[in-house]
């Protein structure tokens, strides 16, 4: 019994001494840990082959809520030229006429725990041309409507930039262009990206992954240490193969970059993808495409603060601006991996590498804990209330204090050794 409290306490002064680097003793070979991870591979894969996806009809929900479907280009043709005939008879027949627009606003969403995502209530307001409250979105939506069915008749793509460009004197910002755009897909009942319209490339993805781009063959890992651009039109996607054991999603590119110049999917395989940042509607796309496609845990890293859960549940649950394409823009079953506020203590973070929350911060904090789809995993709960309690956060490059590649040779590997995910 002596012996080993001894030892104990030869392992802890040995995590103790800067002269080593914390927790690296404690990890096993890598062997041990590729059989953890394919176990969570076979239960994933035996969990999606049992598992019925749910939908809204599943749980009388349709006539309440309002989803849009993935259509092809005819028909996104065909429902603008419905749309506008209605406007002209409407118009010929001295009534005037109006868009009956579904409501986005946060009061108009609903989690929905069985679906694990946010969904928009069939609720819609009236945009009519004679009002000045609405005039000018009503004419902003006609020119949208008007620009799409440009695009469906060409068969081509732009970026929302590009469409905001057609008529910068009428939009004004481009903020307010990407909105109705948004509008109009739910109007029409389909997703964002059959209108043709796309956000620049943003996330990359690097690792054991196989895919077609257009018919053109991508091996991610022949594509360096900046990886591959994610497609904007996931139409051009398909092909996927892979022998990755996981997918690990990183919300930020400097930790992005640590990973794959230490080639950390060729010591465990898995593919690495990043939006940079925020979410974007081709990365949650693609994201998802891996997920049901290859039938892939995904493990999450991110900064350890409320804006990372956000992120993270953006990719989980949807987000409240784009919940009517939420089936579509979600990928189920994200598991967080880190850096989670239990790990500032638990891997002895130094305090000068952890900042203070703000009274902004320690706000968001609140209103996350508020949310349902928090609330409804009470893992979230215990480690948000902690972020909250102590107010510090901590950014992925904390881990750096240890060493440049702490992340990749230490914190990750002991994560995965250990299943420590939520």
């Not at 927790?23 to 035996?46: A, E, G, H, M, N």
């Not at 969990?47 to 479907?69: G, P």
């Not at 109705?180 to 992954?209: F, H, P, Q, W, Y």
């Not at 193969?241 to 930790?255: C, G, M, P, R």
């Amino acid at each position: 019994m002596a012996d080993k409290k001894n030892k104990k306490r030869a392992l802890d002064d040995e995590d103790d001494d800067p002269q080593h680097v914390p927790f690296k003793r404690r990890l096993k070979p890598d062997q041990s840990i590729l059989k953890t991870l394919q176990t969570l591979t076979k239960s994933v894969r035996s969990a999606s082959s049992s598992s019925k996806t749910l939908t809204l009809s599943d749980l009388s929900l349709s006539s309440s809520c309002r989803e849009v479907s993935d259509v092809d280009l005819s028909s996104v043709q065909s429902s603008i030229e419905r749309l506008v005939i209605r406007t002209a008879l409407s118009i010929l027949s001295n009534q005037g006429f109006a868009f009956d627009v579904p409501l986005r606003t946060s009061a108009n969403q609903l989690y929905v725990p069985e679906l694990d995502r946010i969904v928009l209530k069939d609720k819609t307001s009236s945009r009519p041309f004679a009002s000045l409250s609405t005039v000018r979105k009503t004419t902003i939506t006609a020119r949208i409507l008007q620009l799409v069915h440009q695009l469906c008749l060409k068969s081509i793509h732009v970026t929302k930039r590009d469409l905001f460009y057609t008529d910068v004197k009428l939009f004004q910002d481009q903020a307010q262009s990407d909105a109705v755009l948004d509008d109009v897909a739910c109007m029409i009942g389909c997703t964002r990206s059959n209108l043709n319209v796309v956000a620049a490339e943003k996330g990359v993805v690097v690792g054991r992954l196989v895919f077609s781009d257009n018919g053109d063959m991508i091996d991610c890992t022949k594509m360096g240490m900046g990886g591959k651009a994610i497609p904007p039109n996931i139409d051009r996607v398909g092909d996927m193969t892979s022998d990755a054991l996981f997918i690990l999603l990183v919300e930020k590119d400097a930790a992005y970059m640590r990973l794959a110049e230490d080639r950390f999917y060729n010591r465990f395989p898995c593919i690495i993808v990043t939006a940079k940042g925020q979410p974007d509607v081709a990365t949650r796309l693609f994201l998802r495409k891996m997920k049901m496609e290859l039938k892939l845990p995904v493990l999450a890293l991110v900064d350890s603060d409320p804006y990372g859960l956000k992120i993270l549940s953006v990719y989980g649950c949807g987000s409240k601006n784009m919940s009517y394409d939420s089936a579509n823009l979600t990928t189920p079953d994200i598991k967080w991996l880190g850096v989670r506020p239990s790990d500032l203590d638990k891997y002895k973070i130094p305090e000068q590498c952890r900042l203070p929350m703000t009274e902004q911060d320690i706000k968001t904090g609140k209103d996350l804990l508020e949310e349902d789809f928090v609330k409804k995993n009470p893992g979230w709960v215990e480690e948000l209330s902690l972020m909250v309690k102590t107010k510090q956060k901590a950014e992925i490059q904390a881990l750096s204090t240890f060493g440049f590649q702490y992340l990749s040779e230490v914190y990750l590997p002991l994560k995965l050794q250990e299943q420590d995910w939520l």
